[in-house]
Structures are given as C-alpha cells and as structure tokens.
C-alpha cells in the first residue's frame, strides 16, 4: 500500500524558509509515498510569476502534489482564523478524496488544522513542533505572557503533544524540558530529535575567485523578533577597530531599511556595507564571499529548541560563525567541535576577545574542514530524511 500523507505548513513554499525547511526533505521523503503539500504563500511572492512556475515545477518533479492557499496577514487573530478553515476544508476533503494516511503539521497554526482532521477522519497526526512557538511569540515581545492569545496558544499546545501520535522536536534540551510538564507524566507521546538540516549537497565550500584582501563578516536571513541585531551590530563596530578593512554582507528580503537604520546607530559607515536580497538557490554563491558568519538570538526559554537553520548552512559552506550561549545546543557545537565561538555576555570587553578568537579561526586552514565535518555530524540532511521516514513508516497502517 502506498503510503499517503497530508504534510500542511503555514510558511510558503514560495518563501527560503519553506524551500530548504520543507522542499528539501519532501523531494527526497515522496519516493514511494503519495505527499499532498498544502501552504500558504504570501501575496508579494505569489506575484512573482518566474520564481513561482520554477517552484511549481520542482514540486511536481519530484512527484508531490502541491496545493497552495493565500496567506492572510490583517487583521492578525482574524486572519489566521480565516486560514485554518480553509486549511481544513481542503485538508478535509484531500484525506477523504486520497484517503490520506498521516497529517504532518509543521509547527502550531498548522497543528490545529490537523489536530481537527484527525478528529474528523482519524488520520495519524504527527506533531513537527518546531520549538515552543507561544513562547517564542512572548520572547520575541509579540504577546504579553499573561493575554489571552498566549493561553489560547498553550492551551493548544498541551492538546498537541496529548493528541499526536508522533512528535518532532528540533533539540534533546526541549524533549528533558516537555518531559517535566505536568500533564506528560505517564503520557509522553513518542518523539523524534531531528535538528535544523541544510542540503549539504548545495551547502558546500565554494571556490571563490574574488578579491580576498577584505575580512568579510557576513549574516543571512531575518533580523527583527528575537534576533539581536543591535548587538551584531554593535560586533562588527569592534571589528572595524581590529580589522579596518572589514565588510559587512548581509543577505535579508524585506527589512533593509530597519537594517540601515540600526547599523547607522552603531556608528557604521555605508563603504563597509553591501546589503542584498537573494534567492535560496543564491545563497551559498553568497555565503562563499564570508570569512565568516555571525548571529545573535535571544537567549531565552524558548530559544532551548531553537535550532538555526543558518548555523547548518555556514558550516556547510565551511565557514566558521560567531553565536551566543543559550540558544539550543549552538554553543556546544561550535565550541566543541571548534567552529566557532559562543558569547556569553554583550559586553565591549567579551565582543573584542571573541572576535580575536574568530580571526584566529578563520586564519587557521584546518577550520573549513572542521566546519564541514561538524555539518555531516550534526546538520545533515540525508540522516533528518532518514529519521522522518522512520517516523512514517512507524505510523504506517497496518495492512
């Protein structure tokens, strides 16, 4: 029997995030599985008919059956809403219509859609949490911990991990922390540790032909909510004094402007900035100009099952980063296996001693080897495929 499942995500395929967090795996997990795809993708990427048709047609080759929905963004609570019944709807009659064996949903928006199929149909309901969203959403100063869209969101998030049939989780750290909730004692459903992974086959080192005169500190993806920008900001300013030939590439869609404002306030100069957009297929060219790679995140109670996905990518591309402490297992990974180095504290005095560390790094040729090799152990994304089609095959149907 072939094997049929609904995976439902609320980020778009049309988006980064859902090519190298969705596609990548999906393309290699539908080989000899019947995958219906439902996202729900943004007005702005919707528009872009080139990169649609190519998206559109990397998903059908590779035999998935996409079915995209509009995302609704205002007003928020309303609009959302509005998106998990239409997720049902036509979850709904995809299950029946291909009599669908599994739901995967992949974080909490899409978990609800799914927690209603599976009381709807019994379908199996496997629960990729993706970290403790509803905190993640007050650490990021989204939500006050005391409103109600914060209970409304625990309160789902207990009926999830009650109901699956089958959890992920991005770290071991947020698998000892759930095994502490009250309402899990003797009732842990089974999970699966799968961290953020990266395509090593495109996240590779790249042979780069430029000019190499320049110390390039480069940061990829997104730089509001829970991301520390000032501080990396602040960061490369004390590079500046190290190495005043330093340049700043930043690869970001969609907040430019607040990303020159904040390097403005750092006292940076525009002549040590090159701030781009790129596609997800251009980022590794883009990754192989840096030296090295650097990002702050919060570090907060949520952020114990966060995983970042550009910490698999930069050290795909064999380059070395600069992180902090506190965010899942980042500081053991790069201080382990000496890829880079894990600030503990913000201040001048640490900024300064861990950027010589990480010069010292990027000095040293030995490091892209380590860089890559702490990629496969950690970060690789055959052994993430491999543990999602061990999920599947455990929630198989019986024949």
């Known amino acids: 029997m072939t094997q049929g499942i609904l995976y439902i995500s609320y980020d778009g395929m049309l988006e980064p995030l859902g090519q190298s967090q969705v596609l990548a795996y999906l393309k290699r997990l539908a080989d000899g599985r019947c995958i ?109 911990r005391n409103g109600r869209m914060f209970s409304i969101a625990k309160w789902f998030e207990q009926r999830f991990l009650m109901s699956a049939d089958h959890v992920v989780s991005l770290t071991q750290a947020a698998v000892r922390e759930m095994q502490q909730f009250s309402y899990l004692q003797d009732n842990m459903p089974p999970v699966t540790v799968i961290p953020t992974c990266a395509d090593l086959a495109r996240f590779k080192p790249i042979t780069n032909e430029q000019d190499t005169s320049a110390f390039v500190l480069g940061y990829v993806g997104s730089a509001g909510t829970w991301y ?20 700043f590439l930043i690869i970001n869609r969609g907040e430019h402007a607040y ?10 100069p525009d002549t040590a900035i090159e701030l781009t957009s790129a596609t997800h297929a251009e980022v590794p060219l883009q990754i192989a100009r840096m030296n090295a790679g650097i990002f702050f995140i919060k570090p907060v109670f949520s952020k114990q099952a966060s995983a970042p996905t550009k910490l698999a990518e930069f050290l795909g591309c064999g380059i070395p980063c600069l992180g902090n402490a506190g965010v899942g297992d980042m500081a053991e990974v790069l201080e382990g296996e000496q890829v880079g180095v894990a600030l503990k504290t913000f201040d001048e005095a640490s900024m300064t001693e861990a950027l010589q560390q990480l010069l010292q790094l990027v000095a040293d040729p030995a490091t892209s080897v380590r860089c890559v090799a702490a990629a496969q152990r950690h970060f690789s994304l055959d052994e993430g495929v491999a543990r999602y089609a061990a999920v599947y095959e455990e929630l198989k149907p019986a024949l």
């Open 36 to 144: 219906h795809l439902l996202s729900f993708e943004k007005a702005e990427d919707w528009a872009n008919l080139t990169e649609r048709e190519r998206i559109a047609k990397n998903i059908r080759d590779a035999g998935i059956v996409w079915h995209p929905l509009r995302y609704h963004k205002r007003p928020s609570a309303l609009a959302t809403l509005w998106d998990i019944a239409c997720g049902i709807t036509v979850g709904l009659w995809l299950v029946v219509r291909h009599r669908l064996h599994i739901v995967h949903a992949r974080s909490y928006v899409s978990s609800v859609m799914a927690l209603a199929l599976k009381r709807l149909t019994g379908v199996k309901f496997l629960f990729d949490m993706r970290g403790f969203w509803a905190d993640e959403r007050v650490d990021g100063g989204l939500w006050p």
């Open 259 to 268: 990303i020159r404002e904040r390097l403005a306030a750092a006292g940076i």
């Open 228 to 247: 520390l920008f000032d501080e990396t900001a602040s960061c490369f300013a004390q590079l500046l004094h190290l190495r005043p030939d330093a340049r």
